[in-house]
């Protein structure tokens, strides 16, 4: 079991994540049987217990960044439209101090507040995608995670009754 704990860590390759669950577990694991007067429950329960810790830490790490994405995904189209509102207020405003009232004198000014709209949208529709997708393969780590610790529980639990 220390070799395989030896190999797992010195390896770069390996899924970091698994690897913190795994090395934050078996040293958990170790330094329990060393102690050697905990009983068995006590020992995988503390076992468990960091390797939860562990993936709670990476998980947090992990989600940080999402919510400027969800911020930017969110609030983006809100500054298109007041952007929008405040050009189509001006272009009526400039549309009121003129003698004859046409399309033709609105029609540049209404325009150009539309494209606060579009930009908006622009930043709004990638955030969203790109928040959406990251939060699905956090959410998949978390999964794989989760059964790697239960199987590493396992494992540790038949280890230790020998």
Do not use: C, H
Request: aromatic fraction near 8%.
């Amino acid at each position: 079991m220390n070799d395989l704990y030896r190999e797992v860590t010195q390896e770069t390759e390996n899924d970091a994540s698994l690897v913190r669950v795994f090395s934050a577990g078996f040293q958990e694991f170790s330094k329990l049987k060393e102690v050697g007067n905990q009983n068995q429950d006590a020992v995988m329960d503390g076992t468990q217990r960091a390797m939860q810790i562990a993936e709670s830490d990476m998980i947090d790490q992990l989600e940080q960044p999402l919510t400027l994405l969800s911020t930017i995904g969110s609030m983006s189209p809100y500054v298109g439209l007041f952007g929008t509102v405040w050009g189509i207020m001006t272009a009526f405003q400039a549309l009121g101090t003129m003698q004859q009232a046409s399309i033709a004198a609105v029609a540049p000014g209404i325009s150009e507040a539309l494209i606060t709209t579009a930009l908006g949208l622009f930043a709004a529709i990638p955030a969203s995608i790109a928040y959406n997708r990251f939060t699905q393969q956090v959410t998949r780590l978390q999964n794989r995670t989760d059964m790697f610790s239960a199987e590493l529980t396992n494992i540790l639990q038949r280890a230790s009754g020998k």
